[in-house]
């Protein structure tokens, strides 16, 4: 036993089943102390469920598992605490209208009365805070925080219970690139102070940008584990999906026709009269894709809410094939449709799906009064499911079964249920927002080729996403955000250092790099840069 | 009879008409502020109020009384528990049930028992919890106002009415001073945040709803034995709702329940002393509608100046461990 004093945690042959679905099989995985050690595989492979066995939320089938060489059973989530093990789930375990202090005591109060807990909390904080660069306003309420600092308040949480192994499940899902910037630093604090963290992400460039070791999972068991030095990204991919995968999409150069989807001038206000959209003049043309690209909250949200009809311009027209939009109120976003747009939200259970519906009826969402499900108030179930399981088949949706309820699904596949419902139809222009936010990588490449496949269909298609890269590969051309105006059309292939500027709101083509005053570069006056 | 001693007569019995509906708040407001939905006050008052005469009637003492009476509303609450905790049930039917089994039960068995349709015997004052006076009472009532206050408005009740007052800063200091407090109000907002840090969210809601059972018990035998003297049918008469209204009008804050409570007592009050006066103008109300005043005073408010009251974020859903 004396040779394994090195790793830090030790999982031999563990297993767990939930009914009849085998969740982790037989898994190995030792974790050097101090290293960091990342966990990728696609959704439902099984890393959450193993790592939730090491924090003692589910208990192991069989299997044993080793804490700095000792033998344990963790009992519960305070046992594993008890033996310095701290987890940072994806949906953070905060209470809203509670302050940062006591969100952190709580669990870990010390003695009965809270005055004592919370004074000697608040230096403890202030002593983290310190070493790790977790910087948080301690009396600050948790539902003031932003994500990014709701993620650190998680953090502190797990370092004030005294964890010296941190498992962060998919930590980054949730950060704009600057906050995710933040948290690597974060680490490399954590590093430097002798703590272990393990990284379940599904985000390769994360992996090899940080981590020293990975294991792969697949359907619940362990591929492989590496060392981040000896493989790639390609590599991973295929190991993870278990056949070769094309990381980048591939594509030929477009071929643009005319425009169908115009904006001009359009400004939007939000709910508290914020202007959040500043006039912006674009076009897309049939057969092209264009990107909109930016950090999270420059008002990309906003302007794909008004494109799709899901609210109201302060000002500006949207022109779709030659015909002006009229905005009515709650009937919009169908007329919409009716014009040929086809709109896929970016939050797809806030505004894409039913969560508690079953997949053919989310299938016909929005589209229910078409004469083909049935006619009048009469819904044809027959019709509607045989549509269903037709675009099961097309799209690849697993499980293939259509009177699932959609909140079984996995995150890729509603994905695709809310693309299949929107594509596979009679449509001209097509709206995309974050097609990609939250799905493992070999949904990632069919949703990709399925967008590209629209444009070769000659469709014109908005694409907005925060994710650069994803930008960068799908796009034929691409326009960038930054507070609620459009700074510069960019080229896909245009160098970091321009989308890093533009994106922070300098126009790299001006000669002086001074950030754009107004909203004055459309789209359309740039035509002839391409 | 002087104004001012009319005040103190109607504020007196305000008093004693909010000590039940205070308790009843109170032990809601446990419960609901750990995520369980308690719809069921009335039918745990009422059950404890029969339990506390019937018992309190066959032995002569009010003691006994009282702890048949917490003993019978903590059983029911127990059943609350286990529908809606580990069977994971709804709450709002698990309560409604409650109502209406403690509604026929204690009519069936106080009448079985003591065959005088439903009511207990009439209890001597032996066996009823009798007023107590404070220290100097009579002496310092012969100071005017702050004496007679004293004399006349603190002093006199039974011990019921103490506990209950005293219950408030208790549950203020419990909620926002102590660690089960912090952990109360957690698992009423989000009890995976609870269970994640390694505490049962079930203990909690358990210890929560047997705090409730407690009070509810205490409010029922001060119907029947403190305030009253026996049991009758339906004696509670929608004081647990009214209860349950208050505590959404206090926000489900100790304090603002208070205040929210004495309201309702005033305005019970009221409606006793305003019964057959005449009225300038419109001259005799009908007594129904003066009877109607304090539940229509009290919709308005609910409804109208109520503002934003935001429940307890998981109150009514039940806790699955997620896959």
């Known amino acids: 036993m004396g040779q394994d004093s090195e790793l830090a945690i030790d999982l031999r042959g563990v297993s767990k089943a939930f009914g009849p679905v085998q969740a982790n099989k037989n898994i190995f995985m030792p974790i050097r102390r101090n290293s960091i050690h990342g966990i990728v595989g696609e959704n439902g492979a099984g890393k959450s469920t193993l790592m939730s066995i090491l924090y003692g939320f589910y208990h192991a089938d069989s299997g044993e598992i080793f804490v700095n060489g000792t033998k344990v059973q963790i009992k519960d989530s305070s046992h594993a605490l008890e033996l310095g093990i701290g987890m940072v789930h994806q949906h953070f375990m905060l209470v809203d209208n509670f302050t940062v202090l006591e969100n952190i005591i709580l669990g870990a109060e010390g003695g009965f009365l809270l005055a004592k807990s919370l004074k000697a909390a608040r230096s403890e904080m202030e002593r983290l805070a310190r070493d790790y660069g977790l910087e948080v306003d301690p009396d600050a309420l948790v539902e003031d925080l932003s994500v990014g600092q709701q993620q650190r308040v998680e953090i502190l949480k797990a370092l004030y219970r005294g964890a010296e192994v941190l498992i962060l499940d998919e930590p980054t899902g949730v950060l704009t690139p600057t906050e995710a910037d933040h948290l690597f630093k974060i680490f490399e604090q954590l590093h430097a102070q002798g703590k272990t963290i393990i990284l379940i992400t599904h985000k390769l460039r994360e992996i090899m940008a940080i981590t020293d070791s990975v294991s792969v999972m697949r359907r619940g068991e362990i591929v492989t584990t590496l060392k981040t030095s000896e493989t790639s990204p390609d590599n991973l991919a295929e190991l993870m999906v278990g056949r070769r995968v094309e990381m980048d999409a591939q594509k030929t150069s477009g071929d643009p026709q005319k425009k169908v989807l115009e904006v001009k001038g359009l400004s939007v206000t939000d709910e508290l009269g914020v202007p959040r959209v500043k006039n912006v003049s674009f076009d897309v043309r049939a057969g092209e894709i264009v990107g909109i690209a930016g950090v999270a909250g420059n008002g990309q949200s906003q302007l794909l809410e008004v494109i799709s009809g899901m609210t109201e311009p302060l000002l500006g027209e949207i022109w779709i094939n030659g015909k002006r939009v009229e ?182 083509h001006e000669e002086e790099s001074t950030p754009v005053a107004t909203g004055k570069v459309s789209a359309g006056a740039k035509e002839g840069v391409r | 009879m002087n104004f001012f001693s009319d005040i103190i007569l109607m504020l007196d019995s305000s008093v004693r008409l909010a000590v039940p509906i205070l308790l009843a708040a109170l032990a809601g407001l446990y419960s609901e502020r750990s995520g369980i939905v308690d719809i069921g006050l009335e039918g745990k008052m009422l059950g404890a109020a029969f339990a506390a005469a019937a018992v309190a009637a066959v032995t002569g003492s009010p003691w006994l009384g009282l702890l048949a009476a917490i003993a019978v ?251």
Request: with cysteine.
């Open chain 2, 73 to 323: 509303s903590s059983f029911m609450a127990m059943i609350h528990a286990i529908a809606s905790i580990n069977m994971r049930g709804n709450q709002i039917i698990s309560g409604v049930a409650l109502n209406f089994l403690a509604l026929g039960a204690t009519v069936f068995v106080g009448h079985s028992w003591f065959k005088r349709g439903g009511s207990t015997p009439n209890l001597s004052t032996e066996a009823r919890f009798s007023p107590i006076e404070l220290p100097f009472a009579e002496q310092l009532g012969g100071i005017p106002i702050v004496g007679e206050i004293y004399e006349q408005l603190i002093s006199g009740h039974n011990l019921i009415v103490y506990v209950a007052f005293l219950a408030v800063p208790v549950t203020a200091w419990v909620l926002f001073r102590t660690r089960f407090g912090l952990r109360l109000r957690a698992v009423g907002e989000n009890p995976k945040a609870l269970d994640t840090a390694g505490i049962s969210v079930t203990r909690l809601r358990y210890q929560a709803l047997i705090i409730g059972g407690i009070l509810c018990g205490l409010a029922g035998a001060y119907l029947s034995t403190g305030q009253g003297a026996s049991f009758s049918d339906n004696m509670t008469a929608g004081r647990g709702f009214i209860a349950l209204a208050a505590l959404i009008f206090a926000k489900w804050k100790p304090v603002p329940v208070l205040w929210t409570c004495l309201l309702f007592g005033v305005l019970s009050a009221a409606q006793i002393r305003l019964q057959g006066v005449e009225f300038p103008l419109i001259g005799e109300v009908p007594v129904q509608a003066i009877q109607a005043l304090p539940y229509i005073l009290t919709v308005i408010l609910l409804a109208g100046f109520i503002g934003r009251s935001v429940a307890p974020k998981a109150v009514g859903q039940p806790y699955i461990k997620e896959r």
């Open chain 1, 327 to 508: 905005f009515e109120g709650a009937k919009t976003a169908a007329k919409m449709r009716h014009l040929g747009l086809a709109h896929v939200p970016e939050d797809r259970l806030k505004t894409g799906l039913v969560a508690q519906f079953e997949e053919w009826e989310n299938s016909i969402l929005g589209y229910s009064e078409e004469p083909k499900y049935g006619a009048g108030q009469i819904l044809s179930h027959k019709a509607a499911r045989e549509e269903a399981d037709q675009r099961i088949e097309k799209f690849d949706i697993r499980p293939p079964n259509c009177r699932l309820k959609t909140a079984n699904f996995s995150g890729g596949n509603q994905q695709k249920i809310v693309l299949a419902r929107e594509m596979d139809r009679e449509l001209d222009v097509l709206i995309v927002g974050q097609p990609t936010r939250g799905v493992d990588i070999g949904a990632i490449e069919f949703i990709h080729k399925q967008i590209i496949a629209m444009r070769d269909a000659g469709k014109a298609v908005l694409l907005v996403s925060v994710e650069l890269d994803e930008i960068r590969a799908l796009s034929d051309r691409v326009l960038v955000m930054f507070d609620g105006k459009i700074v510069t059309e960019l080229t896909p292939e245009a160098s970091e250092r321009e989308f890093g500027l533009s994106m922070a709101g300098v126009d790299p």
